[in-house]
């Protein structure tokens, strides 16, 4: 057991021992490629002039989009905790009925591309809504405002919190439950003990997925902009579109903006995860089953309430298009091919693989050599996630066209920026996921692999490697469901003539044939659900 | 935190009206307000909140000699073009689902073509191709408005097009360089309910609406749509931005209900849910292609921001491997056929003499546009959303 501080700039003292040269260059190689990109939002945000930079930056506009993002982040993270901590807790440790069934269904929304969500929340729940037609023979003229900072905060809520939940699952499972029932012997009252004992434990876990829930709110376009909430992404949009100078320049100052915030959110949760623990040697057990008693109907009620919200509306809305969509006239060009949908789970795929492989040195070197090199590199690798997607988008086909040469004119080096683009953007879930699975395997377990005659690099595959392999996994497969669902990057890298579900969901609702959008939109729901089971069944993080 | 939502202000019998309607109009109604929101998906950064709603399957087997070889009215075939031949990149902000088939008929004209669509937002090609540099794989760029045309003319990325191309057209719909032209046109209209109102009823100035009181609670406009901002900037640059300010807050004064998209406006006056809106003319012309008998007909303003013509057009690209090839392509979007496809599928003016709109419009000469408005200025956006966001407009 090694907890120790985790300051902001943590010294080298609680480091197993000192870095290994290899796997720091490494690793600083793939943090430096991550926020490679950021080098062209820097340069473009330079070009504006001093003045001119502080002007733009104190308008009036300018600061209510800083709040307004500060704000929604801090709702939105607050808000999944609140909801996603307590619903782990009902699923893992309580007699709730149903249990395998609400892990699964509370973790569903992940899988539902936010702006799809967003795009039912408005039709089923707005002015003019489907909801509103229903209730109109009974006198109901209107319902509650769904625009504004409410709509974006339940929505972003509703489709992020499965982070903070699964996460705080995997803590819960594999923390050692018998110090919950030692303390509950010293006379503590349950809630005592959740507060001195549990929740200590679970920190590093709800923090971690508090963090991906931040950034992802920060960087998310299509919720904001359907609940007309002007954030960073949606000004940053709307001014790149203005096609003026002027407006690229904002643009540019805007998302630099986007990413300084982005460093405080990842120095705040540095300071709020606490120390971590490190797993008792990989035996965990299971404490006594919780009895809700009658509190077991208000808490199916919470698990009814919200899995429901977040589910039954997206599909509801989406077989309402599919059934009506059938009797529409469309343009042939928008019929669906399966293609889209091999096309979609082909680069997504590749990019959890690649992003599995990046991660691993990097989640290594953080929990096994900490110092500040490592703090470092883990949190940079956190940087891209925040940024929007059309402008790492931007950035790469900048790059990719002055540099690539012939090779990006033959689009032979498409392929492979696209899949660095999601690398950049989805790197964290990834290193995150990994993090937590060394930090469940006790490092004395490749030490005794090493007193056996192993050399390093064998007890880490024969040992260690096999253990945080669920980890490892479960952090390919959060890349593999988010990249499936990743919209501007894909249509500014992806070569001409290359569509996947979520191009051909874009075509066929910019051009109102929302029958031929529902199609892709469930196949991809299906196919993320797949995905999201086979996490679900390996329980993530379980090392058992 | 969020503006007002106009829609509050709706007579109660307007609702109850609308659910009573059928599924199949309120499909197409959430359709279009659908789509609307679709144009500022996250999905859809991309999306220039340009090219939404068709209601019309384009057949384009029948193209030349069939339903739409009928109809052609005037201009040059594509038969007596040059022939294209060799790949031509074509970057297109205009929706597939619009112009998808019109490229596919033109590439099945040619053996030797091999024509490479990239569907994206306007705004998005445009930095796409200025981030690309020389080494940008696009040919053609074809706009959904002069605007982002302009824009790559100004930053010297395009190649000009020969006269004999952009003399098809009438001097106000190319750039005066050749560096882009026209293909098709759009018009900002009044959609109005003629059971309700009469054309007499609405001003012929677009600066008197805010003080119509027949016009009361019974106004659509769709504020975060492009053609609508587009129209504001307009306004911004022939009345300045005060007599702007002024008429936006005395629309919303006067109870304007606030729609995510134009093609739902149109339908929301078809049903009488409200009295008028604001859209560009083709929406109303996809309601009536749809339902002949709606009481639904088109106004104009005279000569100010209200009455504005924008065009789609295209331009060649600097990087273009074969310029010439690359203008030969444009010179096909002002064929008779395309000519008659944008009149007929998409509902647009056609901008090549001859070829007349189609439906009950008046032809491009009886259109009032304001006079010395460089079109190319009205995607400067930015001001205009810095207004709308002042007085309360969440954009």
């Known amino acids: 057991m090694a907890p120790e501080t985790d300051s902001l700039f943590p010294s080298s003292q609680g480091g197993e021992s000192s870095l290994p040269l290899g796997l720091t260059l490494l690793s600083g190689a793939i943090a430096a490629a991550v926020v490679f990109p950021l080098v062209w939002i820097l340069a473009n945000a330079l070009e504006v002039g001093g003045t001119t930079a502080f002007n733009l930056l104190t308008r009036e506009t300018t600061v209510r989009v800083f709040v307004n993002s500060t704000l929604l982040v801090a709702v939105v993270t607050a808000a999944t905790i609140a909801f996603a901590v307590p619903l782990a807790y009902l699923t893992v440790r309580t007699d709730l009925p149903f249990k395998r069934f609400w892990t699964v269904a509370l973790s569903m929304p992940l899988v539902v591309p936010s702006y799809i969500g ?26 509650p405002e769904i625009y504004g900072f409410t709509g974006a905060a339940l929505v972003m809520t509703l489709y992020t919190y499965p982070y903070v939940f699964i996460s705080t699952r995997a803590s819960l499972k594999t923390m050692d439950a018998r110090l919950v029932d030692a303390a509950r012997t010293l006379k503590h009252s349950r809630w005592e003990a959740f507060r001195r004992v549990t929740i200590p434990q679970i920190r590093p876990a709800v923090t971690a997925g508090a963090l991906l829930v931040a950034l992802y709110t920060l960087s998310d376009f299509g919720t904001p902009a359907i609940m007309r909430f002007d954030v960073f992404t949606k000004v940053i949009y709307a001014e790149q579109n203005s096609l003026s100078t002027f407006g690229q320049d904002l643009a540019a100052l805007l998302s630099l903006q986007l990413v300084i915030v982005t460093f405080v959110i990842l120095a705040i949760e540095s300071r ?45 809305i989406l077989t309402a298009w599919l059934i009506r969509g059938g009797s529409e006239s469309a343009a042939a060009s928008l019929a669906f091919q399966w293609e889209y949908a091999f096309n979609s789970v082909g680069v997504s795929a590749v990019a959890a693989l690649v992003a599995g492989l990046a991660g691993l040195p990097i989640a290594y070197l953080a929990v096994r050599h900490r110092s500040r090199a490592s703090w470092l590199i883990e949190r940079a690798s956190y940087v891209g996630y925040a940024v929007p997607g059309v402008v790492m988008g931007l950035a790469l086909v900048y790059f990719g066209a002055r540099y690539g040469g012939r090779l990006y004119q033959q689009e032979l080096i498409l392929f492979p920026l696209l899949i660095f683009a999601y690398v950049v953007r989805f790197l964290p879930q990834a290193v995150g996921s990994t993090r937590a699975g060394f930090l469940q395997v006790s490092p004395t377990l490749s030490d005794a692999a090493r007193t056996l005659g192993r050399s390093p690099v064998a007890a880490f595959r024969e040992v260690t490697l096999p253990l945080v392999a669920p980890g490892l996994l479960g952090g390919a497969l959060l890349v593999f469901l988010t990249t499936m669902k990743e919209l501007p990057a894909t249509l500014l890298l992806r070569p001409t003539g290359f569509k996947t579900l979520v191009t051909h969901i874009w075509s066929a609702q910019a051009s109102g044939h929302f029958g031929h959008a529902a199609i892709p939109a469930l196949v991809l729901v299906v196919v993320s659900a797949l995905s999201m089971l086979v996490m679900l069944a390996m329980e993530g993080y379980d090392v058992k | 935190m969020d503006s007002r939502d106009t829609s509050d202000a709706s007579p109660a019998g307007s609702r109850n009206r609308r659910a009573s309607g059928t599924s199949r109009r309120r499909f197409l109604q959430s359709a279009g307000t659908l789509a609307g929101v679709a144009s500022l998906a996250g999905c859809t950064q991309f999306m220039s909140g340009e090219e939404t709603n068709t209601t019309e399957t384009p057949e384009f087997g029948q193209i030349g000699s069939g339903r739409l070889g009928d109809q052609i009215q005037g201009g040059t075939s594509m038969k007596d073009m040059p022939d294209l031949s060799g790949e031509i990149t074509i970057y297109s902000g205009r929706g597939e689902a619009l112009v998808g088939e019109l490229i596919a008929y033109i590439e099945s004209l040619y053996p030797e073509l091999d024509i490479q669509p990239r569907y994206e937002g306007s705004s998005q090609l445009v930095q796409k191709i200025l981030n690309e540099g020389q080494n940008s794989p696009a040919d053609v760029f074809f706009s959904v408005n002069a605007g982002s045309l302009g824009f790559l003319a100004d930053e010297n990325r395009t190649e000009p097009l020969p006269s004999e191309i952009t003399d098809m057209v009438r001097t106000e719909f190319h750039d005066p360089d050749g560096n882009w032209v026209g293909t098709s046109g759009r018009a900002r209209t009044i959609p109005y309910n003629t059971d309700s109102l009469s054309e007499s009823d609405l001003p012929t100035d677009i600066m008197a609406f805010p003080d119509q009181e027949q016009l009361r609670d019974s106004m659509g ?62 929406y109303i012309q996809r309601v009536l292609a749809d339902r002949e008998d709606a009481p639904l007909a088109t106004a104009f303003t005279e000569g100010d921001a209200g009455a504005i013509f924008n065009v789609a057009g295209a331009c060649v690209v600097d990087t273009a491997a074969d310029p010439e090839m690359a203008a030969n392509f444009v010179r096909h979007l002002l064929s008779a056929e395309a000519q008659a496809y944008f009149a007929t599928t998409t509902y647009e003016y056609p901008l090549i003499p001859d070829v007349e709109p189609v439906g009950n419009l008046p032809t491009i000469d009886e259109l009032n546009p304001p006079a010395n408005l460089d079109l190319t200025q009205l995607s400067d956006i930015r001001p205009t959303l810095d207004l709308m966001r002042e007085v309360g407009i969440s954009v």
Request: glycine fraction near 12%; charged fraction near 15%; hydrophobic fraction near 45%.
């Open chain 1, 118 to 143: 967003a795009f039912a929340f408005v039709s089923a729940f707005g002015p003019r809504g489907e909801l509103q037609s229903l209730l109109a023979p009974l006198g109901i003229e209107q319902l």
């Open chain 1, 272 to 316: 709020v995860r606490g120390s971590d623990t490190i797993s008792t040697q990989g035996t965990s057990t299971r404490g006594a089953e919780v009895r809700l008693g009658a509190w077991k109907w208000p808490a199916l009620a919470l698990c009814l309430g919200v899995a429901g919200l977040a589910l039954i509306v997206p599909v509801g």
């Open chain 2, 221 to 282: 406009w769709a504020p975060s749509y492009g053609s609508f901002q587009a129209f504001v900037t307009a306004m911004r640059i022939l009345n300045g931005e005060e007599a702007t300010k002024q008429w936006l807050e005395g629309m919303l004064d006067l109870g304007v209900e606030e729609y995510t998209d134009e093609f739902a406006i149109a339908l929301a006056v078809a049903d009488g849910e409200i009295d008028a809106g604001f859209t560009n003319h083709y």
